[in-house]
């Protein structure tokens, strides 16, 4: 048996064929202009191209039968997409209006949760590729959820109203996406499974139709992933590329609400001898502040000092949180790391309890610091340091199960 016995062999060649000539281009991308030209930089880039390709298949393929759905996490220590923030966990499952699925689970202790029915999805120059660009349609905050005392919960999604922890659906409903928010290294994540509550057989294997709608699916995802990121926030997210280093004033846009946060980012760039002294008044309610690469990739959380919230910073005693970017380690305790790149993003999100902070940037000199900087500026050991490292390691691990 050879190629051409086989009544779908040119459509299955075809495809595949594509897909690798949409993957080349993709490539190219890694090289455009906003990115940095340090082997440092482009190899970031190359490296958000391969952790997305790892998962390109799963969105496609392997989980996407809304009949048999399963949740999957898009974003983490090595999968990085769509300005994804640190302290968040991120999961997604396909769904339709007209099943009714179940979500069994347990709460854990994270301070921030939602699930997020997402309807149809827009078109046009200003909608993010997929698996973006839908709709909010219902959702569920985790002070929304009841649980019974030991924490348990089940969520019925879609079908007629239950009480109390139901969403609803609409005929053009297509996914489910569900985030946990932490503070605390010791903010302990949900765990939970979903199912269609009136499955009666397997899930059928996939046919030659629905892989070539997988390699196709496929291969717009890489490519947008490559082509909109970071164009996007730059045209459509705010980000004001001629003016780096400077914070725009955070505001709540349509559909924040729903997802119940609100962001805002900058564009940085940094010389080898320069720092970025980043400041705002110490405020109620949740923040959190995430470094990325070019692409609006997060940095490498699980060991480097690459995001702050509340818990984890240490405040100066006029009120102030006060973050210090730089290359190298300043012995500063507020300290985010630029992992060496010369250029990146910088994200605040505030979680809609109290008001967004309004923040300020100074650029200094590296050895200037103890000159900006107050005298009670909290510093710490190279010991300490490696504390914190190793703190973060334990519990980043455990937000994902990572042994």
């Not at 990121?229 to 505001?251: C, I, K, L, Q, S």
């Amino acid at each position: 048996m050879s190629y051409g016995d086989g009544p779908d062999d040119a459509a299955l060649r075809g495809a595949w064929e594509t897909f690798c000539h949409q993957l080349m281009g993709a490539g190219e991308q890694v090289f455009k202009d906003y990115n940095g030209i340090s082997g440092l930089q482009r190899t970031d880039a190359l490296r958000f191209l391969t952790q997305n390709l790892s998962q390109a298949f799963d969105l496609a393929l392997e989980t996407r039968d809304p009949r048999y759905p399963s949740l999957h996490a898009f974003c983490g220590p090595t999968r990085k997409l769509g300005g994804d923030c640190a302290d968040f966990t991120y999961q997604q499952a396909w769904i339709d209006g007209r099943s009714v699925y179940r979500i069994v689970g347990e709460r854990g202790s994270a301070p921030f949760f939602n699930i997020t029915v997402q309807g149809p999805r827009l078109e046009g120059p200003a909608v993010l590729h997929e698996p973006f660009g839908d709709v909010p349609e219902a959702n569920l905050m985790g002070e929304q959820l009841v649980t019974d005392t030991d924490g348990r919960f089940e969520v019925f999604i879609g079908g007629p109203q239950r009480a109390p922890n139901w969403l609803p659906t609409t005929p053009g409903s297509r996914k489910l996406f569900i985030r946990q928010g932490f503070d605390s290294w010791d903010d302990r994540p949900a765990t939970m499974r979903i199912e269609r509550v009136d499955m009666d057989a397997p899930r059928p294997l996939p046919t030659a139709e629905t892989m070539v709608a997988a390699i196709a699916w496929a291969g717009d995802f890489v490519t947008g992933v490559m082509s909109d990121w970071p164009e996007y926030p730059f045209t459509h997210g705010g980000v004001d590329a001629d003016r780096p280093n400077e914070f725009p004033m955070v505001g709540t846009g349509a559909g924040d609400a729903e997802r119940g946060r609100a962001a805002a980012n900058m564009h940085w760039s940094l010389a080898s001898d320069e720092a970025l002294v980043i400041e705002f008044d110490a405020h109620e309610g949740l923040w959190m502040l995430t470094n990325m690469g070019v692409f609006f990739n997060s940095m490498d959380f699980l060991y480097r000092p690459v995001s702050y919230t509340p818990d984890r910073t240490k405040v100066d005693g006029d009120g102030t949180v006060r973050l210090i970017l730089a290359h190298d380690d300043p012995g500063y305790h507020n300290w985010l790391d630029t992992q060496g790149f010369e250029q990146g993003n910088l994200t605040y999100r505030h979680m809609l309890a109290g008001q967004p902070a309004v923040i300020r940037t100074r650029l200094v000199k590296r050895a200037q610091l103890p000159e900006v900087l107050p005298a009670d500026t909290a510093t710490v050991t190279e010991q300490e340091r490696t504390d914190q490292m190793w703190a973060r390691f334990t519990a980043i691990r455990s937000r994902y199960a990572l042994l």
